[in-house]
């Protein structure tokens, strides 16, 4: 089963002892949830008022910032600066959290997208492949990653909901499962979809594995319903980190929620043997990059 496992932080630039930080790294690097239920990202008076699903565009899940463009969101040009300050604001904090947790991951934290998610976390319409109620680990079609690691920090910020998601099994019996069944990539398609620029660069067979791994896992209901999972609830005023890439995770329910992703190479995990990289490397018994 995969590891929750709770630590008793409450500010975001706690300093932590090596051995906070030991348990911090065994649980993420190890394909576990961290989970901190005292630690909230507190909204500012003013904030408030983004507490509502009005600030989305409409053809966006979740409002994201880049550090320079905010994208999905709607206002006046002085709601949608304070809408990117509070998201700046999350993002720098998640940043702080992550680096005195995991001093190793600490040049890495400030490279990729934060977001903030006002919409219900299921309900929309969407087609079973991006259906992210369904258990899935996280791999991106247009965005091949060549086993670079993606670690998201999420935080309830409801006022009265928590967050539901399932958690399913852990990432070596999902591969074990499913990897038989997945073919080989087609030779030469790699090259045609980054010309075609349905990749943003090459697709590895790494990229090929983790997104059928996605694909299969989400198709199959059988799996949905009878795989091995747990309902994990992060109550408002939580916040919890994993390795997206790498725990089977669903949304059951809430609203509300700031997320924040990094982007890691293998070379920056303490172990990286625990990689999905490593473990598919090890199933198919060849390199994949
Ligand atoms: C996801 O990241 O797949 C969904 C998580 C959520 O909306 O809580
Ligand atoms: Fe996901």
Not at 192 to 203: C, E, I, N, P
Not at 265 to 279: F, I, N, R
């Amino acid at each position: 089963m995969t590891a929750l496992i709770s630590l008793d932080l409450a500010e975001w630039r706690e300093w932590a002892s090596a051995e906070t930080q030991d348990l911090a790294v065994k649980t993420i690097e190890g394909g576990g949830v961290l989970i901190l239920p005292r630690l909230a990202f507190i909204l500012m008076g003013s904030e408030r008022r983004f507490l509502s699903a009005q600030w989305s565009d409409d053809k966006a899940k979740n409002i994201s910032f880049d550090g320079r463009t905010l994208k999905g969101a709607r206002g006046s040009v002085s709601d949608l600066t304070d809408l990117s300050r509070m998201v700046s604001r999350f993002a720098q904090c998640a940043a702080d959290l992550v680096s005195a947790l995991f001093p190793r991951y600490a040049p890495f934290v400030l490279s990729a997208r934060t977001s903030f998610r006002p919409q219900p976390a299921v309900g929309r319409a969407v087609s079973w492949r991006k259906d992210d109620s369904r258990l899935h680990i996280d791999a991106f079609p247009s965005r091949p990653n060549r086993g670079e690691r993606i670690l998201r920090v999420f935080s309830n910020v409801s006022p009265d909901e928590d967050r539901v998601w399932r958690v399913g099994d852990r990432f070596e019996a999902v591969a074990r499962k499913f990897l038989p069944r997945i073919g080989r990539q087609l030779p030469g398609s790699a090259r045609l979809l980054a010309t075609l620029r349905v990749t943003k660069g090459l697709r590895s067979e790494y990229d090929h594995l983790m997104l059928a791994l996605h694909d299969r896992a989400k198709a199959d209901l059988d799996y949905q319903k009878s795989c091995p999972q747990q309902v994990v609830r992060f109550p408002p005023g939580s916040t919890w980190l994993c390795f997206s890439d790498q725990v089977m995770h669903a949304a059951v329910s809430g609203q509300y929620m700031f997320e924040q992703t990094i982007h890691l190479p293998v070379s920056a995990l303490y172990d990286p043997s625990s990689s999905p990289l490593a473990t598919l490397e090890r199933l198919r018994g060849k390199p994949l990059l």
